[in-house]
């Protein structure tokens, strides 16, 4: 399906990278990068209010996901919100971290506060809720209506299937945004 501009709005501070694939139904608000083969499926919102938000490759955002970068700094600049590789949100989640590792899933129904720091290869089970300030230790399991804690010996296993499928399907049903990045050039510099 080909692509259409939403009311005539566009983000000037958006970059898509090829081969991401954006719905048109999602709202992402501020300066937010989306690295290759990441899906955002419509009614996702990402908002960069008080700093960019830069999103890595091969990650899933599904319907209802909010993400929001309002960290602040004492300068009055935000601080970036970087969110890592292979990470999948499902439906629902609400994240506001400081930062966000590789190889993450945070489940349905679940927050994560605007002072943790999660690292690689967490996962955030369905309805738990971090809102202390914390560092997440790589391999931490959330889970439990008391948000009991463990750590797992592997790192959950990356979605490359479902981002295969989604990547055939979602053109059919949705609206696409188009990727605005180009790859790097190399110029000749003249002396």
Same mark, same amino acid.
């Given at each position: 399906?080909?692509?259409?501009?939403?009311?005539g709005t566009t983000n000037p501070?958006?970059?898509?990278?090829?081969?991401?694939?954006?719905?048109?139904?999602?709202?992402?608000?501020?300066?937010?990068?989306?690295?290759?083969?990441?899906?955002?499926?419509?009614?996702?919102?990402?908002?960069?209010?008080?700093?960019? /938000?830069? #999103? !890595?490759?091969?990650? *899933?955002?599904?319907?209802?996901?909010? +993400? %929001?970068?309002?960290?602040?700094?004492?300068?009055?600049?935000?601080?970036?919100?970087?969110?890592?590789?292979?990470?999948?949100?499902?439906?629902?989640?609400?994240?506001?971290?400081?930062?966000?590792?590789?190889?993450?899933?945070i489940e349905s129904k679940a927050?994560?506060?605007?002072? /943790?720091? #999660? !690292?690689?290869?967490? *996962?955030?089970?369905?309805?738990?809720? +971090? %809102?202390?300030?914390?560092?997440?230790?790589?391999?931490?399991?959330?889970?439990?209506?008391?948000?009991?804690?463990?750590?797992?010996?592997?790192?959950?296993?990356?979605?490359?299937?479902?981002?295969?499928?989604?990547?055939?399907?979602?053109?059919?049903?949705?609206?696409?945004?188009?990727?605005?990045?180009?790859?790097?050039?190399?110029?000749?510099?003249?002396?």
């Amino acid at each position: 399906m080909a692509s259409k501009k939403a009311g005539g709005t566009t983000n000037p501070n958006l970059k898509i990278a090829a081969g991401a694939m954006v719905c048109e139904d999602c709202e992402l608000i501020g300066d937010i990068t989306i690295g290759s083969r990441t899906v955002i499926h419509p009614k996702a919102r990402i908002v960069a209010e008080s700093g960019p /938000v830069v #999103i !890595g490759e091969y990650n *899933i955002i599904e319907e209802l996901v909010t +993400i %929001t970068n309002s960290s602040s700094t004492e300068s009055g600049n935000g601080k970036v919100l970087i969110i890592g590789n292979n990470n999948v949100f499902e439906v629902g989640a609400n994240v506001q971290a400081v930062r966000v590792g590789d190889h993450n899933v945070i489940e349905s129904k679940a927050h994560v506060g605007p002072k /943790v720091e #999660i !690292g690689t290869g967490c *996962i955030v089970g369905a309805g738990c809720q +971090i %809102t202390m300030a914390e560092q997440l230790a790589d391999y931490t399991v959330i889970y439990g209506g008391k948000c009991e804690r463990r750590i797992q010996r592997e790192r959950p296993p990356a979605q490359t299937l479902q981002i295969d499928f989604l990547t055939k399907i979602l053109p059919n049903y949705h609206y696409l945004k188009k990727p605005n990045t180009q790859p790097a050039s190399r110029t000749a510099v003249k002396k």
